[in-house]
């Protein structure tokens, strides 16, 4: 298993910066695939960034260029810490942000996700 605990979240003025830290630990070695994911208000929950094993990254068009993703999994088989940088943040980033992580099995096939409780992000004026 994997257990994941966001932190950073908090109240922030439109054009203001936060840094949220996903601390993860458990199988850390079976992870392919760590994310951060929000939901807003009666709406869907929806990808913002995500960073695989390998190093290479992917952003929602909403947020490219004003947050950025970074994680260490390769130090660790047990532990690992992501990050999420928001900058210029806006009223539409309002949201709880999640961490994920998608893992692997023994035979390399799709196991079991995971997700954390959630964080939040409050932006207005």
């Known amino acids: 298993q994997v257990q994941l605990v966001e932190s950073g979240g908090g109240l922030v003025q439109p054009g203001g910066t936060l840094r949220l830290t996903c601390a993860a630990s458990?199988?850390?070695?079976?992870?392919?695939?760590m994310g951060w994911y929000r939901q807003a208000p009666g709406k869907e929950r929806e990808m913002v960034a995500r960073?695989?094993?390998?190093?290479?990254?992917?952003?929602?068009?909403s947020v490219k260029g004003r947050f950025t993703i970074s994680a260490d999994l390769s130090t660790s088989n047990t532990q690992a810490t992501m990050f999420l940088q928001l900058n210029n943040l806006k009223p539409e980033d309002t949201a709880v942000y999640y961490c994920?992580?998608?893992?692997?099995?023994?035979?390399?096939?799709?196991?079991?996700?995971?997700w954390g409780k959630g964080t939040l992000v409050l932006v207005f004026s």
């Open positions: 994920n992580a998608d893992t692997l099995s023994e035979w390399g096939t799709p196991g079991m996700d995971y």
């Open positions: 458990g199988r850390i070695f079976s992870v392919s695939t």
């Open positions: 960073f695989k094993r390998d190093g290479t990254t992917d952003y929602a068009d």
